[in-house]
């Protein structure tokens, strides 16, 4: 009897010092579901859709750079906002981004898996943001899918997978209903939707090539993804002039010089960076395969793509953007047309310009852009090879990413489809743009959700 009593108050003792070390605050179902977090995943699934969409831009009809860059900023929005929840580190851009007020969130307390609902999410916005494909690469998009579903089903429950594709699937929908109200949805089924006479005149644009139409005059009105990228504007530079001694003339002059006088390294470099659409991956493309490239490089995770990628794809979208609004707000013509009517009647220029305005340069801003954050990300003196034109043209190595951006500057000016001032300003505009994405808070705060002692709890989805 005596050992039996001493048993039942051992028993109650450790009873109440564990009801007493418990902390009641904390849900017992959250402890009980663990998901691992996003970083124990590998970028392959993200990169492998970003090969995917190279291919889709190359072969879907319709695709511009202006075009192309809209889709991988919306698939990248899509990746981060899947992978996001999965990190104590990153949060949700919604509340950040113009128009993007809230995203699907996963259920407190339950198991996910983060590469699951990376891939539900990149294939629900990939099949309607490349609708009118062709069905060869449509099949390519359910085969990836199935892959990755496939791969991922290894020690996951049946309640956690469907849990998981749900949530991708969610956040795709999510994606792609605030894509659907930006002012460029479905712009591939018909990138030349006005005439030219709204935009003739003395010092327009006219046509130099087999297009007559302005490409995506619309484009100016696009919503951005930053505000402050919305605000950019610009005058021209040097007040138009066809008199011979106008700062106009000289720029035109230089254009004339340069390309008379072009050599061969400076035509290798004019051919590399000629994107154009449906050959092409596009300028936006092009970048994006140097993303890839990195990505798989370095061996980023899963985390760490998605926030590179979407660093990235935002920024060439808000270039896009903003340089289509100066296009038509100085409107003036190609270099070509002046040289034509000023200097040289008989000159063309290396390479046909994209139909549109040439103050300022889409591609010079959208690589501009795109090297800030990558300077950034990986430092000024990161040495790297763009072997993105593979079979065309030999690649090219750079010792850092101003490097890299001043050449795609430069090459416009080779190609003679652009003016000094244009790639000037450019410039200037890529850099504000990077600075202004640069600036998004990514990182959510620390916050402590057990101060009861000295350690610090952090709730993990």
Same mark, same amino acid.
């Given at each position: 009897?005596?050992f039996a009593?001493?048993y039942i108050?051992?028993?109650?003792g450790f009873?109440?010092i564990?009801c007493?070390?418990k902390?009641?605050?904390?849900d017992?179902e959250?402890?009980?579901?663990t998901?691992?977090p996003a970083?124990a995943?590998?970028?392959a699934v993200?990169?492998?859709?970003?090969?995917?969409?190279?291919?889709?831009i190359?072969n879907?009809p319709?695709?511009s750079?202006p075009?192309?860059?809209? +889709?991988i900023?919306?698939?990248?929005l899509a990746?981060?906002e899947?992978?996001?929840?999965g990190?104590?580190k990153y949060q949700s851009l919604a509340?950040q981004?113009?128009g993007?007020d809230e =995203?699907p969130q996963?259920?407190?307390?339950?198991?996910?898996?983060w590469g699951m609902?990376v891939?539900a999410?990149q294939y629900y916005?990939?099949k309607n943001?490349y609708?009118t494909s062709?069905?060869?690469l449509?099949?390519?998009?359910?085969t990836?899918r199935? @892959?990755?579903? =496939?791969?991922?089903?290894?020690g996951?429950g049946?309640?956690?997978?469907?849990?998981?594709?749900r949530?991708?699937?969610?956040?795709?929908?999510?994606i792609?209903?605030?894509? @659907?109200?930006?002012?460029?949805?479905?712009a591939?089924?018909?990138n030349?939707?006005?005439?030219?006479?709204?935009f003739?005149?003395?010092?327009k644009?006219q046509?130099?090539g087999?297009?007559?139409k302005?490409?995506l005059p619309?484009?100016?009105?696009v919503?951005s993804?930053?505000?402050?990228?919305? +605000?950019?504007?610009?005058?021209?530079?040097?007040p138009f002039?066809?008199?011979?001694?106008?700062?106009f003339?000289?720029?035109?002059q230089?254009v004339?010089?340069?390309?008379?006088?072009?050599?061969e390294?400076?035509?290798?470099?004019m051919q590399?960076?000629y994107?154009?659409?449906?050959?092409?991956y596009t300028s936006a493309?092009?970048?994006?395969?140097?993303i890839?490239?990195?990505?798989?490089?370095?061996?980023y995770?899963?985390?760490?793509?998605?926030?590179l990628?979407?660093k990235i794809g935002?920024?060439?979208h808000d270039?896009?953007?903003?340089?289509?609004k100066?296009k038509y707000?100085?409107n003036?013509?190609?270099p070509q047309?002046?040289i034509n009517?000023?200097i040289d009647?008989?000159?063309?220029?290396h390479?046909a310009?994209?139909?549109?305005?040439a103050?300022t340069s889409?591609?010079?801003?959208?690589?501009?852009?795109?090297a800030?954050i990558?300077?950034s990300?990986f430092?000024e003196?990161? =040495?790297f090879e763009?072997?993105?034109k593979a079979?065309?043209a030999?690649?090219?190595a750079f010792?850092?990413?101003?490097v890299?951006?001043?050449?795609a500057?430069?090459?416009?000016?080779?190609?003679g489809?652009t003016?000094?001032m244009?790639v000037?300003? +450019?410039?200037?505009q890529?850099?504000e743009?990077a600075t202004n994405?640069?600036e998004?808070?990514?990182e959510a705060?620390?916050t402590?959700?057990?101060? +009861?002692s000295?350690?610090m709890?952090?709730?993990r989805?």
């Amino acid at each position: 009897m005596k050992f039996a009593a001493f048993y039942i108050l051992i028993t109650f003792g450790f009873l109440f010092i564990s009801c007493k070390d418990k902390d009641p605050s904390v849900d017992p179902e959250v402890e009980e579901e663990t998901s691992k977090p996003a970083s124990a995943y590998s970028s392959a699934v993200v990169r492998e859709y970003a090969d995917l969409q190279l291919k889709m831009i190359n072969n879907t009809p319709g695709y511009s750079s202006p075009v192309a860059a809209r +889709s991988i900023a919306y698939l990248s929005l899509a990746a981060y906002e899947a992978m996001a929840p999965g990190m104590d580190k990153y949060q949700s851009l919604a509340g950040q981004l113009q128009g993007l007020d809230e =995203v699907p969130q996963p259920e407190a307390g339950k198991e996910y898996h983060w590469g699951m609902v990376v891939n539900a999410s990149q294939y629900y916005l990939m099949k309607n943001l490349y609708s009118t494909s062709f069905d060869v690469l449509k099949a390519q998009m359910d085969t990836l899918r199935k @892959k990755y579903e =496939v791969q991922f089903d290894v020690g996951i429950g049946v309640d956690a997978k469907e849990r998981s594709i749900r949530l991708g699937n969610d956040i795709g929908m999510a994606i792609w209903e605030y894509a @659907k109200k930006d002012g460029g949805h479905e712009a591939w089924n018909n990138n030349f939707p006005q005439s030219n006479s709204a935009f003739s005149g003395p010092s327009k644009w006219q046509p130099t090539g087999a297009e007559k139409k302005p490409l995506l005059p619309q484009w100016k009105d696009v919503r951005s993804f930053l505000a402050k990228n919305s +605000s950019i504007t610009s005058t021209l530079e040097k007040p138009f002039s066809f008199n011979a001694d106008s700062e106009f003339f000289a720029e035109a002059q230089q254009v004339y010089g340069t390309a008379k006088n072009i050599n061969e390294a400076q035509k290798s470099i004019m051919q590399f960076w000629y994107d154009p659409v449906n050959t092409s991956y596009t300028s936006a493309g092009h970048q994006l395969a140097v993303i890839n490239s990195f990505v798989n490089k370095e061996n980023y995770t899963l985390d760490q793509a998605a926030v590179l990628y979407l660093k990235i794809g935002i920024a060439m979208h808000d270039a896009t953007v903003t340089s289509f609004k100066q296009k038509y707000a100085t409107n003036i013509m190609r270099p070509q047309t002046y040289i034509n009517e000023s200097i040289d009647p008989s000159w063309q220029s290396h390479l046909a310009a994209n139909p549109s305005p040439a103050y300022t340069s889409a591609q010079a801003t959208l690589v501009t852009a795109v090297a800030e954050i990558l300077n950034s990300e990986f430092g000024e003196n990161y =040495v790297f090879e763009d072997n993105t034109k593979a079979g065309t043209a030999p690649k090219r190595a750079f010792k850092g990413f101003g490097v890299y951006a001043k050449e795609a500057r430069q090459a416009q000016l080779y190609a003679g489809i652009t003016y000094p001032m244009s790639v000037n300003k +450019s410039e200037e505009q890529g850099k504000e743009i990077a600075t202004n994405v640069l600036e998004l808070k990514f990182e959510a705060p620390v916050t402590i959700t057990d101060t +009861s002692s000295n350690s610090m709890r952090i709730r993990r989805f």
